[in-house]
């Protein structure tokens, strides 16, 4: 079982439309939990972080943690064509480092 | 604050040569991380350092890989007698170690060997 996984894609919505992207860890002792951005040959920018169960909004973007059923997921609302990217989902198990998914690819058609 | 800067952007190299890259972190920050990443795969964890210390280093890296932060401030990742295996974009990330580890990535480095 991998440590964090994520559907590969690509997930494919039409403008204004909500995407839905989802993720799944093994480490129960995961404190911190992480979305990124990352634009094709571009390095991964940071859009959300998430510590506590429940829902955190920030702007387009919504995070949602269920720590009992080891789930994340991120809402794009209204997305638009430039939210097309490769989403990457991070845990921060207590070793330290954070351990990322394979990525989600977006397509956002016009 | 000029973020995680880290050089060269790109390397082509021959096959059995020597590489080395460095990173430059955010000035504040105490944590250092290198990941690799290939096509089509999410960063892969590589190392990590708090201050001078290099707390872990995945057990997928071989003893061709190497890293310093000599000063607790850059580091540098050298990899000896590449393989066509090790093309990938390296990539560094930075923290403050109270931040809930939330890590900040430079624009990577490319790496391809021929």
């Known amino acids: 079982q991998k440590e964090v996984e994520q559907n590969s894609g690509p997930l494919s919505v039409p403008e204004g439309a909500i995407a839905s992207l989802n993720c799944t860890y093994s480490?129960?002792?995961?404190?911190?939990f992480f979305w990124y951005r990352q634009y094709s040959g571009k390095s991964p920018e940071l859009i959300m972080f998430?510590?506590?169960?429940g829902d955190k909004e920030d702007g387009r973007f919504t995070a949602q943690l269920n720590k009992a059923s080891q789930y994340v997921s991120l809402l794009i609302r209204d997305s638009q064509p430039s939210d097309s990217a490769t989403y990457l989902c991070?845990?921060?198990?207590?070793?330290?480092?954070?351990?990322f998914g394979q990525g989600t690819t977006l397509q956002v058609k016009p | 604050d000029t973020g995680v800067s880290q050089n060269p952007r790109h390397k082509i190299t021959k096959r059995g040569q020597n590489v080395t890259f460095r990173c430059d972190p955010i000035?504040?920050?105490?944590?250092l991380y290198w990941y690799r990443q290939t096509l089509g795969q999410g960063p892969e964890f590589l190392t990590y350092?708090?201050?001078?210390?290099?707390?872990?280093k995945s057990r997928l890296l071989s003893d061709r890989f190497s890293a310093e932060r000599p000063k607790g401030s850059f580091s540098t990742l050298e990899i000896q007698r590449t393989e066509q295996g090790d093309s990938a974009m390296y990539l560094c990330?930075?923290?403050?170690?109270?931040?809930?580890?939330?890590?900040?990535f430079g624009e990577g480095s490319w790496l391809t060997v021929v």
């Open positions: 998430i510590y506590s169960n």
């Open positions: 991070a845990v921060n198990p207590p070793t330290g480092k954070l351990i």
């Open positions: 350092f708090q201050n001078e210390a290099q707390l872990e």
């Open positions: 480490d129960r002792g995961s404190q911190s």
């Open positions: 990330a930075s923290s403050f170690e109270s931040s809930g580890n939330t890590i900040y």
């Open positions: 000035s504040e920050h105490n944590r």
